[in-house]
Nanobody, 127 residues
Framework: QVQFVESGGGLVQPGGSLRLSCTASGFFLDYYAIGWFRQAPGKEREGVSCISSSDGSTYYADSVKGRFTISRDNAKNTVYLQMDSLKPEDTAVYYC????????????????????WGQGTQVTVSS
């Protein structure tokens, strides 16, 4: 089965950190740009960050810029999202997916270009 498996979520206090992992199952993610998305209760899913496969270039939404860092380890078939200085508004289910149309992404991830969605991992930021 071709999909991602997300992990690393949990409950953390404001100002804390988490590292999310996104591991590909059933395929190699080397050739794909990978995006992280999140969906908060009652809100639409939004793109948070993405990383290209061609040159490793990255994008961050303004709301997370300077606090989140995306990286990839192709040898481990895994993409990471390091989240620091977490805020209550970061509370959401976080998903990763692969871009099937392009290997280099230069802006906000466009959801219809992405596939192989996982089940997501819950991140809750609360005191």
């Amino acid at each position: 089965q071709v999909q991602f498996v997300e992990s690393g979520g949990g409950l953390v206090q404001p100002g804390g950190s988490l590292r999310l992992s996104c591991t590909a199952s059933g395929f190699f993610l080397d050739y794909y740009a990978i995006g992280w998305f999140r969906q908060a209760p009652g809100k639409e899913r939004e793109g948070v960050s993405c990383i290209s496969s061609s040159d490793g270039s990255t994008y961050y939404a303004d709301s997370v810029k300077g606090r989140f860092t995306i990286s990839r380890d192709n040898a481990k078939n895994t993409v990471y999202l390091q989240m620091d200085s977490l805020k209550p508004e970061d509370t959401a289910v976080y998903y990763c997916a692969a871009n099937l149309l392009r290997t280099r992404v230069a802006g906000a991830p466009v959801q219809h270009e992405y596939a192989y969605w996982g089940q997501g991992t819950q991140v809750t930021v609360s005191s």
